[in-house]
Nanobody, 126 residues
Framework: QLHLVESGGGLVQPGGSLTLSCAASGSTLDYSAVGWFRQAPGKDREGVSCISGSGKAIVTVDSMKGRFIISRDDARNTVYLQMNSLEPEDTAIYYC???????????????????WGQGTQVTVSS
C-alpha cells in the first residue's frame, strides 16, 4: 500500500526559498502522477502543481509559475517542490498526493488523487 510523507516545511522570510519533499514507501510512484496541494487557514484546499508519471507533463497554477518548480526522482521514489520568492500568501499546509495510472498527463483535480500525505506546514513571515 502506497504511503506518502512530506517534509521540508518550516518558517521562512518573504523572498526566501524552501524545497518540499514527498517520499513514497510501500509501493512505487513510477506510474503515478503526483500533485502538490495546499490549504491556508480558513481557505479551501487548492492545487499547486502536478507532474505526470512519465515526468514529461507538468501543470503549475499560473500564480505560482516561475516561482514553484516540481520534479521527480523515481530512483528515490520522491517528488520535490522547489519554492522560490515566497510570499506571506504562500503560508499554508502543503500536501502531496498520488494518482495511480496517470502516466502521460496530470491535472489538479483533487478527486483523481487517492493517496495523500499528512502535510507539512510552510509559514512565510518576517
Amino acid at each position: 500500500q502506497l504511503h506518502l510523507v512530506e517534509s521540508g516545511g518550516g518558517l521562512v522570510q518573504p523572498g526566501g526559498s524552501l524545497t518540499l519533499s514527498c517520499a513514497a514507501s510501500g509501493s512505487t510512484l513510477d506510474y503515478s502522477a503526483v500533485g502538490w496541494f495546499r490549504q491556508a487557514p480558513g481557505k479551501d484546499r487548492e492545487g499547486v502543481s502536478c507532474i505526470s508519471g512519465s515526468g514529461k507533463a507538468i501543470v503549475t497554477v499560473d500564480s505560482m509559475k516561475g516561482r514553484f518548480i516540481i520534479s521527480r526522482d523515481d530512483a528515490r521514489n520522491t517528488v520535490y517542490l522547489q519554492m522560490n520568492s515566497l510570499e506571506p500568501e504562500d503560508t499554508a499546509i502543503y500536501y502531496c498526493a498520488a494518482a495511480r495510472g496517470l502516466f502521460e498527463l496530470c491535472d489538479l483535480s483533487s478527486g483523481r488523487y487517492k493517496t495523500w500525505g499528512q502535510g507539512t506546514q510552510v509559514t512565510v513571515s518576517s
